[in-house]
C-alpha cells in the first residue's frame, strides 16, 4: 500500500514512511509505536484522557469474538469485499471502527487466499483495542485515530466497513474515492432480543434505519438481512458478551448474576448488511 494514502492528521498533507517514522512536507512526524501500530490521533481530538473501548472491554470483545458465534457474518462481508474487489489493481481498504481486529483480520486473511492484495487499514479510537488488533495480523496498517477526522487522504479510499459503528456520513464521503462503497452493518430489532427480554422490562423496539441519514452523499445499492441462532451454554461467554455491550452498563450487578443462571440460552444474531454507493456530488 502506497503511504501516500495516509494524511498528516495537523495539516492534512501527505504522510510518507521512513522506516518508523511517518512525516509530512511539514515535517510532522509520527513514531510507529513498537507493537507495530501508528498513533495519529490528535489531543485536541479527544474527548476523553483514554477514549474508546477500555482494556476490560477489548478482552471481553476478543474472548468472545473468538468463540466464532459472529463468523457468519465475517465470512458474509468476505464475500462482498472480494466481489467488489476482483477487478480493482490496488485497491484500498479501511474498517472503521475496527476493535481489536477480529473482523479485519478474516477479511485480509480471506482475500489473500484469493489472491487479492488491497491495502487494508483498521482504524479505531482506542488504543488498547489497535493494541490488540496487532496481535492478530502484521498484515493490515493499524492506526489509533478519530473516525470524525480520519488521516485518510480525500477521495482515496475503494471501500470503507463500518460495523456496529457510529455513523459519520459526511468523513465517510470524503475519504472514498467517486463511485466508492460504504459497507455498513447495524443490528435490526431481532439482534439478541432474548438478551435484551431478559434484562430489561420496558423494551423499546429499535426502528434505526440510516438510510435518511446517509442520503446526502450516499445511494443505497443493496440492503439484506443475516440473521441464526445460537447458543451460550457456559457463564464465561455470556460475561464475556454482557462486557462487550452497552448492556453491562446499564443495568445491575444484579440483573446479570440473575442472568447467568438461566443458561443454556439461545440467542438470535440478526444485523442488516447495506451497501451504499457514493454519490457524484458530495
Known sequence: MSPSILACPM???????DDKVLRCANNHCFDQAKQGY???????QKKSRDPGDNPNMVEARRQFLDLDHYRPLADSIATILADELADKDNGQVLDMGCGEGYYSDRWQKSLAQQKLHPGFIGLDISKHAIKAATRRNKSIRWLVASGAKMP?????????????????PRPFAQVLKTDGLLLLVWPSSKHLLQLKQALYTDLKESQYDPKTELDQYFSCESQRLLEFDFVLEQQQHLTTLLQMTPHSQRVSEQQQSDILKTLPINLTFSVNIGLFRKRAVT
Open 38 to 44: 501508528w498513533n495519529l490521533l490528535l489531543v485536541q
Open 152 to 168: 485518510i487522504a480525500a477521495a482515496s479510499l475503494d471501500i470503507l466497513s463500518v460495523v456496529f459503528s457510529r455513523l459519520m
Open 11 to 17: 495539516c492534512q498533507q501527505p504522510l510518507q514512511q
